[in-house]
């Protein structure tokens, strides 16, 4: 290499992946485009210590296990995600789509923690400290001050943070901020990798808990969240249906904690607002005594949702049918339709089909097959399932129906809202061991094959 020219390398844009040449599809995570060219950084992180800075190793027997020390924010969706309150000293990742409402769930956890009386500095290198006052008189008066920032330069906002000593420090997008020895521009591979490790040392050495927040990001040179994930204590995913205002926040990973948790929360005019009872809300508007809905109970972590399931089946007009799946995997669903073809004799190669899981979530889970299949045999057959009905469970290839996990918090979950027939695999009813009070009147319906739920239906 010629002397002075600077080392540079290919990065992927998406998860972080390097390479010493311009790729199209990236090996690691099977993005098309994402390869940039960014300069080597020497991380201060790959330093070898010094022998006098050596440490002892010690024995697993004698290290003593203290509890971590956990902070409430009183905003319980945001604790049960977290796995009970921020835990001092870590790192956490908030990421999601730009808009989504990441600016503003972090500064509603601001305002209650100020409440209780710990100190805060929200750093924000995106917006003005006017236009973060703006925001937060929309979310209603802060009892207690909390301190702002607008700032994007990494060395200022540590010599700040260790000067003030802040028990809980926000930075509002890790994409905005940047060192100054690093060559590349705000954003890039290089950048946020070195300013999160940065940041990650600052937690650890100062006891204080950071939550960064990060944009996803289709295309362009801004690297995505994902780069951060292996770097941070806990990961943490907005998302939602941009036109519907209901916003679910995921835990991805947690070294703290469960994953697979999430909470909801709905986007209204003053901030946003908790849904303790998202079962209640995803059914709102569902319409009654229509062919084609079908109610179905998911798993999101340890808690059972309900859902409405919706298919519409036509006579196709076009060579090759048109298919739509909103809210659940495609593939899924031409799947099922396959097994209704050979299973039930039903022509579904001569139908349009389109599945909708209403309400705006996305759900993968198998269990959710059984309502696919109710939903487009109600529609395809113009039957109305019942109201008050409600099916989960597994369909396998030869059209059997299988079992399910948790199915017993999905039947106490759809009797505590009053459904009067669930219907689900013979496997788990078998199981269920649960008392008369417990169903509240509910019946349960055990099947073995797709041909039983079509008697059923
Ligand atoms: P924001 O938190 O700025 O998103 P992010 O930081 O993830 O980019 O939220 C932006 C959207 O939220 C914006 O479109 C306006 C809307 N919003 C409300 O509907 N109500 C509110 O009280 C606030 C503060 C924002
Ligand atoms: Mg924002």
Not at 325 to 351: F, H, P, S
Request: proline share 3%; glycine share 10%.
């Amino acid at each position: 290499m010629a002397k002075g020219k600077t080392k540079t390398m290919f990065f992927c844009n998406a998860c972080g992946y390097e390479s010493a040449k311009w790729l199209g599809q990236c090996p690691a995570c099977k993005e098309w485009n994402t390869f940039v060219e960014e300069p080597v950084v020497k991380t201060s992180a790959g330093k070898v210590t010094k022998p006098s800075e050596r440490r002892e190793p010690s024995k697993l027997s004698e290290v003593s296990v203290t509890n971590e020390i956990r902070m409430i924010t009183g905003i319980h969706e945001l604790d049960r995600v977290l796995g009970g309150g921020i835990v001092t000293g870590s790192l956490v990742l908030v990421g999601g789509d730009p808009g989504i409402g990441k600016s503003t769930l972090l500064l509603q956890m601001c305002q209650s923690l100020v409440a209780d009386g710990h100190s805060v500095l929200y750093v924000s290198g995106e917006e003005s400290v006017r236009q973060i006052k703006m925001r937060a008189d929309r979310l209603g008066a802060f009892k207690n001050e909390m301190l702002l920032l607008s700032e994007t330069d990494l060395d200022i906002v540590v010599e700040t943070v260790q000067r003030l000593k802040p028990e809980v420090v926000i930075i509002d997008s890790i994409q905005t901020m940047y060192r100054e020895e690093i060559g590349s521009a705000p954003g890039s591979v290089g950048q946020v990798r070195e300013t999160t490790s940065a940041l990650m040392r600052l937690a650890k050495g100062l006891t204080i808990s950071i939550f960064v927040v990060g944009h996803v990001t289709k295309e362009g040179v801004v690297a995505g969240p994902r780069v951060l994930e292996h770097m941070v204590d806990t990961v943490l995913y907005f998302e939602g249906d941009g036109s519907a205002s209901y916003r679910f926040l995921r835990g991805v990973k947690n070294r703290f904690g469960s994953t697979n948790e999430i909470g909801v929360f709905e986007m209204r005019g003053n901030g946003l607002s908790e849904v303790a009872n998202p079962s209640e809300y995803m059914l709102q508007g569902m319409p009654e005594n229509e062919a084609g809905s079908v109610v179905s109970c998911s798993m999101e972590g340890t808690r059972p949702i309900l859902i409405e399931v919706q298919a519409l089946v036509c006579q196709t007009n076009f060579n090759m049918p048109r298919r739509t799946a909103a809210g659940t995997d495609y593939n899924r669903v031409n799947l099922l339709m396959a097994v209704i073809e050979k299973r039930l004799g039903i022509r579904m190669g001569e139908c349009d089909a389109y599945i909708n899981v209403a309400g705006g979530m996305r759900i993968h889970e198998p269990a959710l097959d059984l309502a696919i299949v109710a939903a487009l045999l109600s529609s395809y057959r113009n039957l109305v399932s019942g109201a008050g009905s409600i099916c989960f469970g597994e369909v396998g290839l030869v059209g059997e129906v299988r079992a399910v996990h948790m199915a017993e918090q999905r039947v106490l979950e759809a009797a505590k809202l009053g459904f009067k027939r669930c219907i689900l695999p013979q496997v788990n009813k078998e199981q269920l061991e649960l008392t008369e009070t417990q169903l509240n009147g509910m019946k349960l319906l055990g099947i073995r094959t797709i041909h039983e739920l079509q008697e059923v239906l």
